[in-house]
């Protein structure tokens, strides 16, 4: 019985219908991979000047671990493109504190383990492969349990830190087309939609007002100017990184 529950679990969280009416779509952790394949159009990428060590997050607040949990895939991604086998074991770990706190820690724990192995084999080919599957898993965990607010802000702190990294990267070799990576409008639409339909409590909180902020900062940005210029890069970056250090503070 427990399997055939946990079946039923994994088609419902796979059918399109059910998620949409949780109000996720193809944008909802906007599949990580295809973030990762995004990055790997902008190689090479400045990884010294992007990496930050792990540390432990300590708040009472549920989104912060979401939109942090989210952050630190994207960590993991830098650690994957600059074989930094050192920095898996932290990492791993509290991918797994957080996910403690989001109630999907079976999910992870299962991944970690396995995050570790790769590093230590230097596979890091399949290491960027079980990143990937280890969101794909958590969302579905996530969508499981009806918890869509939090499955949207996973995928925000993902994309906020995979925009630092693609700002850093067009910044560090600038071209007109490769700034045309960044501007994703309709994308960036989408997340200032979802933030605006989290609840009153939630809005109200410090960390959603600032975001929400500066990802309208962003957009203006976006919205304005069909290439972005040096300067506009460099301006995306900081507030990037400025995000992501609320975020992860």
Request: proline content about 4%.
């Amino acid at each position: 019985a427990t399997l055939l529950a946990q079946k039923a679990s994994d088609d419902l969280s796979n059918d399109q219908d059910y998620r949409e009416e949780l109000g996720v779509n193809e944008f909802t952790a906007p599949s990580i991979e295809k973030l990762f394949n995004t990055l790997d159009s902008l190689k090479p990428i400045p990884v010294n000047a992007l990496v930050r060590p792990v540390t432990e997050l300590n708040t009472a607040e549920r989104s912060k671990y979401a939109l942090s949990f989210g952050v630190l895939i994207g960590d993991g991604f830098l650690d994957v493109e600059g074989e930094q086998n050192k920095d898996i074991e932290p990492l791993g770990r509290e991918l797994i504190r957080r996910a403690k706190v989001l109630g999907v820690e079976e999910r992870v724990s299962r991944h970690s383990r396995k995050l570790l192995d790769l590093a230590k084999q230097n596979n890091w080919e399949r290491l960027r492969k079980e990143l990937i599957v280890t969101q794909e898993d958590v969302e579905k965990a996530l969508l499981e349990l009806r918890d869509e607010p939090i499955v949207h802000l996973l995928s925000l702190g993902g994309w906020i830190r995979g925009l630092q990294i693609a700002a850093a990267s067009v910044a560090a070799d600038y071209s007109p087309e490769r700034a045309k990576t960044l501007r994703n409008l309709e994308l960036l639409d989408y997340y200032l939609d979802r933030l605006n339909t989290l609840s009153p409590r939630l809005k109200r909180s410090e960390l959603v007002q600032k975001i929400t902020a500066q990802l309208e900062t962003v957009r203006t940005t976006f919205k304005d100017n069909e290439v972005l210029s040096p300067p506009q890069v460099n301006s995306i970056q900081a507030t990037a990184a400025s995000m992501v250090d609320l975020i992860e503070k």
